[in-house]
């Protein structure tokens, strides 16, 4: 075969499980379009942007090949570890090779644009600028201070002087300072000094100091034990060999801080790489990581497609988080595929959390990794205390305590702060006729047998449906009875934060939750906002993931009850690490804190296993039971979901589906179903679900690779739509 008939096989960003064979473009022979490459090819009516992943000899018989239209990259865009990575994710989520390259290109270059300049923008002193007779004190002589040390880069100056960009055209109007664009700075300079390592935190660096290429690290540390302290020093000797080294955390709120402290410690430029940033700037980011000119890469879960030429640290702290996990699109586990690429680029991988997954524990016990224990907080921070508040029979005040409130009161008067934990976000829960029982429930996720309510936000004002998004004024009167006696029934943050404002008219009250902090950098303000002044915060599990609060000495868990007695399987395992992570967030300075658990439960077993206890002694019982009862870590799960208009269309194809996998006759594999979805309506689709269990993944594999072919080919799955998620985290 001549290189003139061979044919480009092109991975496209469609739900199809297979490649798509074109001609190179005019002017171009096969050979001449690297591996890794975008192309633009016509599709149908369309034209779509895929990456060329090999070439052959076309399907015999197959009609006329068309042309590609345009090869975008001289160079591969996608090669080496990190595209044999990606096809391995596509083996195992079972999904196409096209969607899961494109799922790992920013957007910018998913969409065809060219791979961006890397060089970044500067600002320096012009030489001889008599800088001292700038007014003291004012924005630009402090700018001036800031850049006689040295030129800063335009992200630096944001971190180290807000509103700096109108002291600068100050400057550059007066001839006293001048920008211009420069290639990021690949050695470090002195950073900030740090505190002094104790001896389980040097324990910990020497173990990680010690893995000779891949190996995984499970860094388990109380709160405020000083992970990131271990952080940094493994990613100063990562920088010391000249490597590369990619942090991943679980949210974006938790990023500036990172930053911060990373900058100023490792004295490099620290790259973020999040959904918060714009398209462009996420393509420089990830084009300067492919260079190796990024050094240091902080991202959140999307990250872990970053190339590494240079890789020499993989670190996810928060290891544990749900949100790692890619709910919808291509269903894969940052934290899982880390270790999978860890593995291929021959590179440490440090597990980081205060209450790991059981998965991880379960590995560390079995000897795959390495496992490493901060036992004690860092400097003279020590544990808080934890009092049970038991409110059976007692009057409560928009959810609150007497009790509570006058050790809210107590805080705040001796200077400290406090952290009011709700794990429901808007005003309250439900809105109630007291007269007739009706309630407000969305007409789009509810059935006769399944109503969900919508939640009450904007003080009594308006309903939202917090799973399909739907929104509605509240009504005036009940549409069934029509009585005046509408009211919020439970209570949200923002009920809370009302309530709170009302009783503690002397300090500030700050809400943290989703609707709070839509705008960007909006927690970092808020945190900001409050600073080391006396005061109360509102917030969900946004505030219970990593953030340092120095002076917070109170959290108040409340309205924790409902998390006790859920169907999930992991539900225990959730509410346990939150249990753990918002009350790790006291006393992490010298004040002493103390943690207060508001419930009508006192007496459950979870409560008194993590008040006892703690995380261990929980973790060592929900291990025995999971393995007695078959679930992960000792089985290995596939879900089916498929959700249609009608009821009839996904319970039928779950059906063949079950009959396609009791065929394929794997030994030790288990299907369960069709069954309704726990949610079994959402944004007017009816939802029911299948799970395919065995105790070997491999095993669990055979089964898919059997079945799935059979049911993309089957005619029922083109009336509905239906997805695959291997590894599941939630069976909702």
């Excluded at 000897?367 to 009057?395: E, I, N």
């Amino acid at each position: 075969m001549s290189s003139s008939d061979a044919m480009l096989r092109v991975a496209l960003p469609v739900p199809l499980a297979r490649l798509f064979d074109y001609r190179a473009p005019d002017g171009f022979a096969t050979a001449d379009v690297p591996i890794g490459a975008r192309v633009r090819v016509p599709f149908g009516a369309r034209e779509l942007i895929g990456v060329v992943v090999g070439s052959g000899p076309g399907e015999d018989g197959a009609r006329e090949t068309k042309p590609a239209l345009a090869v975008l990259d001289g160079a591969p865009l996608l090669h080496g570890e990190l595209l044999e990575s990606l096809r391995w994710l596509a083996r195992y989520a079972h999904a196409p090779l096209g969607e899961v390259l494109a799922t790992a290109l920013p957007a910018a270059l998913r969409q065809g644009a060219p791979v961006p300049e890397t060089d970044v923008a500067m600002w320096r002193v012009v030489e001889g600028a008599a800088t001292e007779k700038l007014r003291r004190d004012a924005l630009p002589h402090r700018l001036a201070d800031l850049l006689a040390s040295r030129a800063r880069s335009e992200d630096e100056l944001d971190e180290a002087l807000p509103g700096w960009r109108t002291a600068a055209r100050t400057l550059a109007t007066r001839g006293m300072a001048e920008s211009y664009r420069a290639a990021p700075e690949r050695i470090a300079s002195a950073g900030v000094p740090g505190p002094a390592l104790n001896d389980e935190q040097r324990a910990a660096v020497d173990a990680i100091a010690a893995q000779d290429g891949f190996g995984a690290v499970l860094l388990e540390g109380v709160t405020g034990s000083g992970k990131t302290e271990v952080y940094l020093h493994a990613i100063a000797d990562c920088l010391a060999r000249d490597r590369q080294a990619l942090v991943l955390v679980p949210e974006i709120g938790l990023t500036p801080q990172t930053l911060a402290r990373f900058r100023a410690r490792l004295g490099i430029e620290v790259h973020a790489l999040h959904s918060g940033l714009t398209d462009a700037a996420r393509a420089r980011v990830w084009a300067a990581a492919a260079r190796g000119e990024a050094r240091v890469i902080v991202g959140t879960r999307s990250a872990i497609f970053t190339p590494l030429p240079d890789a020499g640290l993989i670190v996810i702290d928060e290891e544990h988080d749900g949100s790692y996990k890619q709910q919808d699109g291509i269903r894969y586990h940052a934290r899982d595929f880390a270790l999978v690429r860890g593995k291929a680029l021959a590179v440490p991988v440090v597990l980081g959390s205060a209450t790991p997954s059981l998965e991880s524990l379960h590995n560390a016990q079995t000897g795959r990794y390495t496992h490493v224990r901060l036992s004690q907080r860092a400097g003279d921070a020590k544990p808080p205390t934890v009092r049970v508040l038991d409110v059976r029979k007692r009057p409560l005040d928009a959810g609150l305590s007497a009790d509570l409130l006058a050790k809210l009161r107590a805080t705040v008067d001796a200077g400290g702060q406090a952290l009011v934990f709700r794990n429901r976000r808007g005003y309250a829960p439900v809105l109630l006729c007291h007269d007739c029982g009706w309630s407000a429930a969305c007409k789009r996720c509810s059935t006769p047998d399944h109503p969900h309510p919508m939640t009450v936000h904007a003080g009594g004002r308006r309903l939202q449906c917090h799973h399909c998004g739907a929104r509605q004024p509240a009504p005036m009167a009940c549409p069934d009875c029509g009585g005046l006696a509408l009211q919020p029934q439970g209570v949200g943050t923002e009920r809370l934060e009302e309530r709170l404002i009302e009783l503690f008219p002397d300090v500030p009250v700050l809400r943290v939750d989703r609707g709070s902090t839509r705008r960007r950098d909006a927690l970092e303000s808020l945190l900001g906002e409050l600073g080391d002044r006396a005061g109360i915060l509102v917030g969900t599990q946004m505030l219970a993931k990593g953030h340092d609060l120095p002076n917070l000495t109170l959290v108040a868990v409340v309205g924790i009850d409902e998390g006790l007695f859920s169907a999930d399987f992991r539900a225990g395992e959730k509410l346990a690490q939150l249990l753990i992570q918002v009350a790790g967030r006291a006393g992490r300075a010298r004040r002493a804190g103390e943690v207060w658990l508001q419930t009508h439960h006192p007496s459950h077993p979870l409560l008194q296993v993590l008040i006892s206890g703690g995380y261990r002694a929980f973790a060592e019982q929900e291990l025995v039971e999971r393995e007695a009862a078959g679930f992960p870590p000792f089985a290995h799960l596939a879900l089916l979901r498929a959700e249609a208009k009608s009821a009839e269309p996904p319970a039928a194809f779950l059906s063949l589906a079950k009959q396609i996998f009791d065929a394929a006759n794997i030994p030790g594999v288990e299907v369960h179903g069709p069954l309704p979805a726990p949610m079994p309506r959402r944004a007017g689709f009816q939802r029911a679900q299948l799970l395919v269990s065995a105790p070997q993944r491999r095993a669990l594999h055979a089964a898919l690779d059997a079945g799935l072919p059979a049911l993309r080919d089957a005619p029922e799955g083109r009336r509905l739509r239906w997805s695959v998620d291997v590894d599941p985290v939630d069976l909702y």
